[in-house]
């Protein structure tokens, strides 16, 4: 039965981690003798969508969720799933370039049109969860919010019409907006989950790293539990820069939302009319689903030492300047800090004498 890694297997199987551990030779990486019965490591989602990553960095300290910077729906999947966008119960992988690739959802049959040919062999769905399962706030967000970074300052210019300003106060920021507002749902709990994940998840893997185009690694799985849906958004990723956001009004009286970019950010936008009444998930939640390491070598495919499987995460940004700038700080600041301290000795030692 394959068992969904979530945290370090045994530490007191000597045997079976001795055996673990890789001997071939190889090219030296800082993993070549890592433990592979342990947890996954680390791996930074790559670079090439630097946009993307700097939306999804800066809004994920905000709580809601990971953010998802490609909010339109994939043109590949059957068009009730597009309509409806992510949803509670599927099942795909978050890639670099901030979309959900949507796979199969768990509570439909494999004849559903949702999952018209993507499911695995002898796939077994679950029972749609009842209303009393599902946690549902359709005010969770009203009109006009505004999701901001910390490092991003909204300025409100005018009300009516609406009108905004954003910049960006280090080197990276993201805001999102939206006009319309939105609502959230959410599994009310997922202990439901833990052995349907256990007896399905070596299949999943199995079915997608044969028939899948896109590189499936340990731990690329992800379960949606809960997510944020919009009909309608405007995004910003900002790089030390800013842009302004305003409320318009058509020849034929229609009101319309637009950016007024501004030097190295890159804004987007869906509205009402373009979206034609599709659900778009702004925010989700849910779970990554891993095996074992040993599992994943012995019954999918065998994997170098130096390619251990990996949990991606969020590349940081890396600039040269800025990163030189803040050691010089750094170490301003040691400086300083020092000379505080010599000077308080110093005072101190002047001041004993007066107290005898």
């Excluded at 505004?146 to 909204?154: D, F, G, H, N, Q």
């Excluded at 009402?272 to 779970?287: N, S, W």
Aim: aromatic letters at 8%; one cysteine or more.
């Amino acid at each position: 039965m394959a068992s969904p890694q979530s945290g370090a297997d045994s530490p007191h199987n000597d045997a079976s981690d001795a055996e673990s551990v890789s001997s071939s030779s190889g090219p030296a990486t800082p993993y070549r003798r890592m433990n592979q019965n342990t947890f996954a490591l680390c791996n930074f989602i790559p670079s090439g969508a630097a946009v993307a990553g700097t939306y999804s960095r800066a809004l994920l300290g905000l709580g809601h969720g990971y953010p998802i910077w490609e909010s339109v729906a994939d043109l590949n999947v059957p068009e009730p799933r597009r309509m409806r966008g992510v949803s509670i119960g599927d099942v795909g992988i978050l890639d670099a370039d901030g979309s959900f690739l949507y796979e199969f959802n768990i509570y439909r049959s494999s004849e559903d049109p949702i999952n018209s040919g993507r499911t695995p062999p002898n796939f077994v769905p679950l029972d749609l969860p009842e209303p009393s399962q599902l946690a549902r706030d359709e005010s969770r967000f009203p009109p006009k919010t505004i999701l901001a970074s910390k490092t991003v300052e909204v300025v409100h210019v005018k009300e009516s019409p609406f009108q905004i300003s954003i910049s960006a106060t280090a080197q990276e920021g993201a805001a999102l907006i939206l006009p319309h507002g939105g609502f959230s749902e959410d599994l009310v709990s997922t202990e439901h989950l833990r052995k349907y994940l256990a007896d399905h998840a070596l299949d999943w893997y199995q079915h997608l790293v044969q028939a899948s185009l896109t590189q499936v690694h340990n731990a690329s799985l992800y379960l949606v539990t809960g997510c944020d849906k919009t009909q309608s958004w405007h995004n910003a990723a900002l790089r030390s820069s800013s842009a302004e956001f305003k409320e318009t009004t058509t020849n034929k009286g229609e009101t319309e939302y637009v950016w007024v970019r501004g030097a190295h950010s890159h804004c987007r936008s869906m509205s009402l009319k373009d979206g034609e009444g599709q659900l778009f998930a702004v925010f989700v939640r849910g779970i990554k689903v891993a095996l074992p390491n040993r599992l994943w070598l012995h019954k999918i495919q065998e994997t170098r030492p130096d390619d251990i499987p990996y949990y991606d995460v969020l590349a940081p940004f890396i600039d040269v300047y800025h990163a030189k700038a803040l050691r010089w700080l750094d170490y301003v600041a040691k400086r300083r800090n020092t000379w505080q301290s010599r000077l308080e000795a110093s005072v101190i030692v002047l001041l004993a004498p007066l107290s005898d």
